[in-house]
């Protein structure tokens, strides 16, 4: 759920973003006023106190004014917001390479534990295969006695492979589905990356079309 909040507030960020170029592109067209370009350089001293993605995207809306039906989004909350983002994804890609390099070290105790177990069930098929007077060590033991110390061994490495491999099946869930993740989230990126530019190459052609307008206008006002 974390991801798709972060998916669709990346996306909502790169709209806004080409949004506020379209209208600072069409800005020039009408002359502000003086009082109009005093009220854009009032302080705001209004803070913001939820500094969650979803948090600091709500308040850059909040804060930003309204033009032809689009948002005048701040530069500065808009690169805030941005690094919020990207610091967001760093974060992710540290915790999957520290989750490899986890599965690495406990595949490696896998191993080790494998051979452990295989030595002691061959020391057991030895033992089988003696008296059952038992020197182990210096020190004698009846076989039932040795079979049970054995199999005891036995017993807590095969508890403590299981325990291994339950979290390495968790932990190699876990790093798929966070490859998967991060691939679907690059996918989309790039996606609404392409389509962005599309958009304002179309509001490009539009605000000249709009300019061509307005100099046969004042051509005929001539």
Not at 149 to 157: A, D, P, Q, T
Not at 170 to 185: C, F, G, M, N, V
Request: proline share 2%.
């Amino acid at each position: 759920m974390a991801k798709q909040r972060l998916l669709f507030i990346t996306t909502l960020l790169i709209s806004s973003f080409f949004a506020s170029i379209s209208n600072a592109q069409t800005r020039p067209v009408t002359v502000p006023k003086p009082v109009a370009t005093q009220q854009y350089r009032r302080v705001d001293t209004v803070k913001n106190t939820d500094f969650s993605l979803n948090g600091q995207y709500r308040f850059m809306l909040s804060r930003s004014k309204s033009s032809y039906g689009a948002k005048l989004i701040n530069p500065a909350r808009l690169d805030a917001l941005w690094k919020s983002v990207n610091d967001t994804l760093r974060k992710e890609r540290v915790e999957l390479t520290k989750a490899k390099a986890k599965i690495a070290e406990q595949e490696k105790s896998i191993s080790s534990l494998n051979g452990k177990v295989s030595g002691t069930e061959d020391t057991l098929n030895e033992a089988n295969a003696k008296v059952d007077e038992i020197s182990f060590l210096g020190i004698s033991f009846t076989k039932s006695t040795y079979n049970i110390l054995v199999w005891s061994i036995i017993g807590v490495l095969a508890i403590a492979l299981f325990v291994v491999i339950a979290r390495s099946t968790k932990s190699i869930l876990e790093a798929k589905h966070r490859t998967q993740l991060y691939d679907e989230i690059s996918a989309e990126y790039q996606a609404y990356k392409t389509k962005s530019n599309e958009q304002q190459r179309k509001l490009a052609r539009e605000l000249q079309d709009e300019r061509n307008v307005i100099e046969e206008m004042k051509s005929r006002g001539r």
